[in-house]
T-cell receptor, first 111, second 114 residues
Framework: DVKVTQSSRYLVKRTGEKVFLECVQDMDHENMFWYRQDPGLGLRLIYFSYDVKMKEKGDIPEGYSVSREKKERFSLILESASTNQTSMYLC??????????FGSGTRLTVV | KNQVEQSPQSLIILEGKNCTLQCNYTVSPFSNLRWYKQDTGRGPVSLTIMTFSENTKSNGRYTATLDADTKQSSLHITASQLSDSASYICVVSAYGGATNKLIFGTGTLLAVQP
């Protein structure tokens, strides 16, 4: 089975801090994604990448950036964390259009 | 506008009972429809995936149906167990570009009580 691992289950950060969320997949998937999930809003796509060093903006990229230096790793960066970025962050990877697997999520609280 | 709507928002059933969750979508061009189960505080886990030509797919006690004409899907859970308590998310995939775009419903929160 594909494994998508997110480095932290829970994070608490202060407003203005730079925050790194890490995601690693072990099945050589080309595509990787970052979502945030908020009550009543469902999952919303922040950024995705379909190849190393490639990135595309999703629906809500403002306040975020990403990095994909290696195929297996996709990092989400909050340049200056704000309280409205408190959320559940989910990483996913896929091979083509069907094999879509999510990580366990990182619950980020910005205080 | 591509949208996925799920009903009900929440549901409480007794252990051992059956239930059906609904999903209506307006997504074009349609690629596939997926149902995910998400336990509290965890990532979603895939239950079923159906393409345009499939109208039913089962995974144990979970059976998903798809009516591509009416753009409706349902997830039927048979003989519910306490471990079925979770959020169930309907996700429709639209063709586009290097990778399909996924459109997520907001989920149905199911509570199974003893």
């Amino acid at each position: 089975d594909v494994k998508v691992t997110q480095s932290s289950r829970y994070l608490v950060k202060r407003t203005g801090e730079k925050v790194f969320l890490e995601c690693v997949q072990d099945m050589d998937h080309e595509n990787m994604f970052w979502y945030r999930q908020d009550p009543g809003l469902g999952l919303r796509l922040i950024y995705f990448s379909y190849d190393v060093k490639m990135k595309e903006k999703g629906d809500i990229p403002e306040g975020y950036s990403v990095s994909r230096e290696k195929k297996e790793r996709f990092s989400l960066i909050l340049e200056s964390a704000s309280t409205n970025q408190t959320s559940m962050y989910l990483c996913a990877s896929s091979l083509g259009f069907f094999g879509y697997t999510f990580g366990s999520g990182t619950r980020l609280t910005v205080v | 506008k591509n949208q996925v709507e799920q009903s009900p928002q929440s549901l409480i059933i007794l252990e051992g009972k059956n239930c059906t969750l609904q999903c209506n979508y307006t997504v074009s061009p349609f690629s596939n429809l997926r149902w995910y189960k998400q336990d509290t505080g965890r990532g979603p886990v895939s239950l079923t995936i159906m393409t345009f030509s499939e109208n039913t797919k089962s995974n144990g006690r979970y059976t998903a149906t798809l009516d591509a004409d009416t753009k409706q899907s349902s997830l039927h859970i048979t003989a519910s167990q306490l471990s079925d308590s979770a959020s169930y998310i309907c996700v429709v995939s639209a063709y586009g570009g290097a990778t399909n775009k996924l459109i997520f419903g907001t989920g149905t929160l199911l509570a199974v009580q003893p």
